[in-house]
C-alpha cells in the first residue's frame, strides 16, 4: 500500500489536495513511521485504522484534550508494545534521555543524543 493508499485507510486524517497537514515536524515523522512500519509487515493498514479508531474514540469519549497526531503517536507506541519493538521500560528510557540532551543543550543548537553509557 502506498502512502497515499494509507491516507485514505486512515480515518479523518488532515489533510490538504489529497496530502497530510501537519502542524509540527514530529507529526510528519510519526506518520512516516506508521507507514515505514507498515511497509515492513508489522501491521496492515486495517489493523492500523482499527486501533487508531478505537483510540480517537476512547480519546474523545474520555473527554481527553490529545491532538489527532498524539493520538496517532500513542497508536504507534502500543503497537510498538505489542510488537516488541520497544518495552514502555525502553521507551521511558529514552525519553529522559532526550529530557536530558535537550536541557544540556544551549537555544537553537542541535540536539546530541549520546546512548547510555557512551562517554561524554
Not at 54 to 70: D, F, I, Q, S, W
Request: charged share 30%; hydrophobic share 40%; aromatic share 10%.
Amino acid at each position: 500500500m502506498t502512502a497515499i493508499e494509507a491516507l485514505r485507510a486512515v480515518p479523518s486524517i488532515p489533510r490538504r489536495d489529497d496530502a497530510p497537514i501537519f502542524a509540527e515536524p514530529w507529526e510528519a515523522r510519526a506518520f512516516a513511521l506508521a507507514v515505514h512500519l507498515n511497509e515492513r509487515g508489522l501491521f496492515s493498514w486495517a489493523e492500523w485504522a482499527g486501533r487508531f479508531g478505537a483510540n480517537l474514540r476512547a480519546n474523545t469519549e474520555a473527554g481527553e484534550c490529545l491532538t489527532y497526531y498524539e493520538v496517532w503517536w500513542q497508536t504507534l507506541e502500543e503497537f510498538g508494545e505489542e510488537k516488541s519493538l520497544a518495552s514502555s521500560t525502553e521507551r521511558a528510557r529514552r525519553a529522559a534521555e532526550w529530557r536530558e540532551a535537550a536541557a544540556r543543550t544551549p537555544h537553537g543548537q542541535p540536539i546530541e543524543l549520546r546512548r547510555s553509557g557512551s562517554a561524554g
